[in-house]
């Protein structure tokens, strides 16, 4: 790290097309390593808790909480992986890994970015199946389907990202314009429109879609269910079931949201890549779609009673307690 304050510093001195470094205080680069690494920390620890109390607890296992676990394992990747990377890129001024690295980095990023989405999209279908088509859900929606989507998301998600880099050739800066010390997003034309379809469009289209079926069906079931309150017991029960129902909804509803407030915006401008839009404003909406990944606990948290009371046995070691697993949590947690 160089900390004085030349005139001009460049990444590789010795290399002639070599990229110039930005210029930092040790107090800017203290500061911000600081940040990164507590919230490189506090993403990943967060994260791990919501794994932790979905695998471990076997009345957990819904397909609702294995989506959501799968969405905490790319945000725990996030947590882990984009994000201390990405800190030292930012912090730095400069990529130092070389072109094979730069390459598995927008790799990465973009696979975790690309499955959090597809995971959202599955989320809004089996919120969308459990409130509007509750009677087909049990059947329709099982474990074993929700493994084998969850399978799928990751695997297409996969094969779709190395296509894409591989063909902007982003192992190989030689041919761009660039100067030695970069690792940017290049994307062709063709490339582009095809991530437009895929990565924005369409699983953006079916998540609000969806959402605005769900709560449309909720606000026109409250109403039913309130005119027929009559103290028999089966339509208590049906009230109870829909209200459960439609709270997984809104809490769920709220990840989403979030999620596609910080999404929207970042993918427009990573798109157009106009001049009109300043590096600080890209790193502004970059960072904030990176923050959501250690949100969503936060929401569990107070929405979800079994994850403060599985929380509660994780970090007092009540897990390793014999058919700890077996606890029902739900009952517990009156959720």
């Given at each position: 790290?160089?900390?004085?304050?030349?005139?001009?510093?460049?990444?590789?001195?010795?290399i002639n097309?070599?990229?110039v470094?930005?210029?930092?205080?040790?107090l800017e680069?203290n500061?911000?390593?600081?940040?990164?690494?507590?919230?490189?920390?506090?993403?990943?620890?967060?994260?791990?808790?919501?794994?932790?109390?979905?695998?471990?607890f076997?009345?957990?296992?819904t397909p609702?909480?294995?989506?959501?676990?799968?969405l905490?394992?790319?945000?725990?990747?996030?947590?882990?992986?984009v994000i201390?990377?990405?800190?030292?890129?930012?912090?730095?001024?400069?990529w130092?890994?070389?072109?094979?690295y730069?390459?598995?980095?927008?790799?990465?990023?973009?696979?975790l970015?690309?499955?959090?989405?597809?995971?959202l999209?599955?989320?809004?279908?089996?919120?969308y199946?459990?409130v509007?088509?509750?009677?087909?859900y049990?059947?329709?929606?099982?474990?074993?389907?929700?493994?084998i989507s969850?399978?799928?998301?990751?695997?297409?998600?996969?094969v779709?990202?190395?296509?894409?880099?591989?063909?902007?050739?982003?192992?190989?800066?030689s041919?761009?314009?660039?100067c030695?010390?970069?690792?940017?997003?290049?994307?062709?034309?063709?490339?582009?429109?095809?991530?437009?379809?895929?990565?924005f469009?369409?699983?953006?289209?079916?998540?609000?879609?969806?959402?605005?079926?769900?709560?449309?069906?909720?606000?026109?079931?409250?109403?039913?269910?309130n005119?027929?309150i009559?103290?028999?017991?089966?339509?208590?029960?049906?009230?109870?079931?829909?209200?459960?129902e439609?709270?997984?909804?809104?809490?769920?509803?709220?990840?989403?949201?979030?999620?596609?407030?910080?999404?929207?915006?970042?993918?427009?401008?990573s798109?157009?890549k106009?001049?009109a839009?300043?590096?600080?404003?890209?790193t502004?909406?970059?960072?904030?779609?990176y923050?959501n990944?250690?949100?969503?606990?936060?929401?569990?948290a107070?929405?979800?009673?079994?994850?403060?009371?599985?929380?509660?046995h994780?970090?007092?070691?009540?897990?390793?307690?014999?058919?700890?697993?077996?606890?029902?949590?739900?009952t517990?947690?009156?959720?």
């Amino acid at each position: 790290m160089a900390y004085e304050t030349e005139d001009t510093q460049y990444c590789f001195p010795d290399i002639n097309s070599s990229c110039v470094k930005g210029q930092r205080t040790r107090l800017e680069y203290n500061i911000m390593y600081v940040f990164v690494s507590l919230l490189s920390a506090w993403t990943v620890f967060l994260n791990l808790l919501v794994i932790i109390s979905i695998s471990h607890f076997k009345k957990l296992h819904t397909p609702t909480n294995l989506l959501i676990l799968s969405l905490a394992v790319a945000d725990l990747l996030v947590g882990l992986v984009v994000i201390p990377i990405e800190g030292i890129k930012q912090i730095e001024t400069c990529w130092y890994f070389g072109d094979t690295y730069c390459g598995l980095y927008v790799m990465t990023v973009r696979l975790l970015l690309s499955t959090s989405l597809i995971n959202l999209v599955l989320i809004a279908v089996d919120r969308y199946m459990a409130v509007c088509h509750s009677l087909l859900y049990p059947q329709t929606i099982t474990t074993t389907k929700t493994l084998i989507s969850i399978f799928l998301c990751w695997f297409c998600c996969s094969v779709y990202i190395i296509s894409s880099v591989i063909s902007n050739g982003y192992f190989d800066m030689s041919n761009k314009t660039l100067c030695f010390g970069q690792c940017i997003v290049l994307i062709t034309p063709a490339w582009r429109f095809i991530d437009l379809i895929c990565s924005f469009l369409f699983p953006c289209t079916v998540i609000i879609t969806a959402y605005l079926r769900i709560f449309y069906v909720v606000h026109k079931q409250v109403k039913v269910i309130n005119s027929q309150i009559n103290g028999v017991k089966c339509v208590m029960e049906v009230s109870v079931k829909r209200k459960s129902e439609s709270k997984a909804a809104q809490t769920l509803g709220i990840i989403v949201t979030a999620y596609l407030l910080c999404w929207i915006p970042f993918y427009i401008c990573s798109l157009t890549k106009t001049t009109a839009i300043s590096a600080t404003t890209m790193t502004f909406l970059t960072w904030t779609f990176y923050i959501n990944s250690g949100l969503n606990p936060i929401v569990y948290a107070l929405f979800y009673s079994w994850f403060k009371i599985s929380v509660k046995h994780i970090v007092t070691f009540r897990i390793f307690q014999p058919a700890s697993s077996l606890m029902n949590i739900l009952t517990e947690g009156h959720s």
